[in-house]
């Protein structure tokens, strides 16, 4: 999973340098008839004098506040293009729409302008709150939004517009692209998905079922020889550990130890250094599902009172960065 977090240069500054240019090429061009427009104060003049408020005023709070999780710049971002978003839902369902005498592909447009800003402010209302993980609402948003701003351009090809003519156009219009493809790669940055409640809950939830629950422990097939003549005759040595594989990405190690004239068994996570473990108890024997260490493919390790742990027996022991499964490696 990509993580622009530690990016060397802030998303802070990309995006605000982003928001300044889309601001200033907006300003150039309406430049000529600023002077008009002003002076109508109708309501067009109120919607450009906001679009180009808007952009400097979201950089102005990228640029002025702390520079600390990316979360800030996209949820800055996306509330921009919320706006923007609803803005050009109303030009186009109730300013254009009747001057296009109600052109069905214009009210398209405008109907899924309106959604995308909808979705927008629900989803960033929601994340913010922390109440849920999901920022789905947010990627389609955007990539709806990336998708209906190129027809919108390439539309006028249909009207008879000259194909060079718009891809000029199109041109001054790549820094909002490019800050919409921005907002969609921090979407997928670890740090914005660990923002949530839920994210904690889910993890935490993990990590006790991770160490509190083993799942699927492997012992190596050629450490069985090994366990059964530490039963049958107790250690040669002061400790012995044996590394154990498991279904989750935390392994676990048996560590025999002398206790007088007994052996001591503790099971615990590998990286565990409180002394404390899963378990411990003292060996008092090792039962295998065909007494032959070759073919055996369950063993237990039994203690006082007929406790026991049950292990599988596998292959050799792998470290948990060699055991990562395809789906994660899919996910990066």
Not at 51 to 56: D, G, I, K, T
Not at 71 to 95: E, G, H, P
Not at 196 to 212: E, L, N
Request: charged residues 20%.
């Amino acid at each position: 999973m990509i993580d622009l977090e530690n990016s060397r240069i802030h998303v802070d500054y990309i995006a605000a340098f982003l928001m300044i240019l889309i601001g200033c090429l907006d300003l150039y061009f309406i430049i000529d008839v600023l002077v008009v427009l002003l002076q109508l104060m109708d309501i067009y003049t109120l919607v450009h004098i906001m679009r180009l408020s808007l952009w400097f005023l979201g950089a102005s709070v990228l640029l002025l506040t702390k520079h600390r999780s990316i979360v800030k710049t996209l949820v800055v971002s996306s509330i921009l293009f919320a706006i923007l978003s609803l803005y050009n839902a109303f030009d186009s369902l109730v300013l254009v729409n009747e001057a296009l005498d109600y052109n069905i592909v214009n009210f398209f447009m405008g109907a899924a302008m309106l959604l995308c800003g909808l979705m927008l402010f629900g989803n960033i209302i929601i994340y913010w709150t922390k109440a849920s993980s999901s920022l789905d609402g947010m990627l389609f948003s955007l990539a709806v939004l990336l998708c209906l701003n190129i027809i919108d351009n390439l539309s006028l090809i249909r009207y008879g517009s000259d194909p060079y003519g718009v891809i000029i156009m199109m041109i001054p219009k790549l820094p909002m692209y490019a800050l919409i493809v921005l907002c969609i790669m921090m979407l997928r940055s670890k740090s914005v998905k660990v923002n949530t409640m839920i994210y904690d809950v889910m993890q935490s939830s993990k990590d006790v079922r991770k160490f509190a629950t083993p799942v699927g422990v492997k012992v190596d097939r050629m450490q069985i020889q090994r366990i059964k003549d530490i039963a049958d005759s107790g250690l040669s040595s002061d400790s012995y550990e044996v590394k154990l594989n498991s279904y989750y990405p935390v392994d676990y190690k048996l560590i025999f130890t002398k206790s007088d004239d007994r052996t001591h068994v503790r099971f615990c996570s590998l990286d565990d250094r409180t002394e404390a473990g899963l378990a411990r108890f003292n060996l008092k024997g090792i039962w295998m599902d065909t007494d032959d260490p070759e073919t055996c493919e369950l063993i237990r390790l039994y203690g006082d009172d007929m406790f026991y742990i049950q292990l599988i027996v596998g292959g050799p022991y792998k470290k948990s960065e060699e055991k990562v499964s395809i789906i994660e490696v899919f996910r990066g």
